[in-house]
């Protein structure tokens, strides 16, 4: 898809950062926050679909409970997230209805779209609140995510949105033009980077965290997000939320910040759902050949093929599988325990039965359940 092709877009997903909706931490912008839902609001009176992802909970919380730094302990960050979303939510409500615009708050965990039937049931809420004419208005449940099962950063939520929802459009708005090739805040002469494919090598190096301390992802997630976007098709542009009317110039097609190219084949909806999934619970290493059959023939993983296995992961759980360097090349639910699998690694099938006293199923991890990376 090139630029002049967004304005073909029937749903969009944008995504505001913390940095952006609280003015620098100085609490909610919201002369800012009026200007973006107008632009939302005529995006919607065209016939699109907008979904919103909005940070800044936290950092809406600590201007509330005037905290000066970003808190260090779960249970702070939580009570100042409770505190701050209050905020977050009525500003958006308040702003939409300016426009006869009905908001709705969805806060999600990881768990929720880690588990297919919650991830299922999330999708079907999602798609009935935009055939209603609503904007969901979407952020973590920050008040009970726990490490094990928070994104932590919007950005991926945002493209785990972008795929739910079949968006083809994904806007990153942050504090900065777009993506340079060096984080601008530390390298004043660093380049804007226009256009780019997604799959670049040079974005894994340019790509830096974040320094405000607002903002928890930095480019690096941003990156990442628009990866994952880029498997269900939708098209990623990181840009400055700074700049007047940027919602609609980015539409337009106007050359502004990063676009992030998805030039890669999509994937089918169950294997998005894999790819996103971020509780890797162990790891099988993969003789040559097995990698080669991954790679080249879409096959399944079969144990013949496994060297070593890593860690304490249980059937169904999600594994990678790494090549012969130690790097990932895929990750897939896998269909026997860590010490089952270990006992049938480097052994046919056949054997399985006299080795564990039980076979199941014959691959270690099916192709269906299985997603290069
Ligand atoms: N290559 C880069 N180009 C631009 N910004 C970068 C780069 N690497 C790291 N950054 C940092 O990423 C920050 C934006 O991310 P973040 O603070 O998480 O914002 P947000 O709250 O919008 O998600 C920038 O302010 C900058 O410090
Ligand atoms: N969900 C939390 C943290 C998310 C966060 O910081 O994201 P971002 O600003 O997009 O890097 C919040 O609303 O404050």
């Not at 049931?121 to 609503?134: I, P, Q």
């Not at 690096?220 to 498997?231: C, G, N, P, Y």
């Amino acid at each position: 898809m090139s630029r002049s092709e967004f304005c073909q877009a029937s749903r969009i997903v944008i995504k505001i950062g913390s940095s952006m909706l609280t003015d620098g931490g100085r609490g909610l912008n919201t002369e800012a926050i009026g200007s973006w839902v107008a632009q939302m609001a005529a995006l919607k009176r065209q016939g699109l679909d907008v979904v919103l992802v909005a940070s800044g909970s936290v950092a809406e919380g600590m201007s509330r409970l005037k905290l000066k730094s970003r808190p260090k302990t779960l249970h702070e960050l939580q009570a100042a997230a409770s505190v701050g979303q209050m905020g977050l939510i009525r500003r958006f409500e308040d702003e939409f209805q300016v426009h006869g615009l009905l908001a709705a708050q969805v806060l999600l965990t990881h768990d929720d779209l880690s588990d297919r039937q919650r991830y299922l049931n999330a999708r079907s809420t999602l798609l009935t609140l935009l055939d209603f004419g609503v904007v969901p208005v979407i952020n973590e449940n920050d008040a009970v995510a726990t490490e094990e099962i928070r994104f932590g950063d919007n950005d991926t939520l945002g493209a785990l949105v972008a795929n739910l929802v079949e968006a083809d459009l994904l806007i990153l708005l942050t504090d900065q033009t777009g993506l340079f090739d060096a984080n601008p805040s530390l390298h004043p002469d660093a380049k804007l980077i226009t256009d780019i494919s997604v799959n670049a090598e040079l974005l894994d190096e340019v790509a830096g965290d974040s320094i405000s301390g607002l903002g928890r992802g930095g480019m690096f997630t941003k990156v990442r997000a628009a990866r994952l976007a880029a498997r269900s098709g939708a098209a990623t542009v990181i840009v400055s939320g700074k700049i007047p009317n940027v919602i609609n110039s980015v539409f337009q097609g106007e050359e502004l910040g990063t676009y992030l190219i998805p030039n890669i084949a999509p994937l089918a909806a169950r294997k998005q759902w894999l790819a996103g999934q971020l509780q890797i619970k162990g790891s099988v290493s993969l003789d040559e050949g097995a990698v080669k059959i991954l790679q080249s023939a879409g096959k399944s993983l079969l144990a013949v093929g496994v060297t070593s296995v890593k860690g304490a992961f249980k059937r169904g759980d999600l594994v990678s599988c790494l090549d012969t360097q130690g790097c990932e090349i895929a990750r897939g639910l896998i269909n026997y325990g860590a010490e089952d699998a270990g006992t049938i690694a480097g052994k046919p099938s056949s054997d399985f039965e006299a080795l564990l006293g039980y076979a199941d199923e014959d691959e270690l991890i099916h192709r269906d359940n299985l997603v290069l990376v």
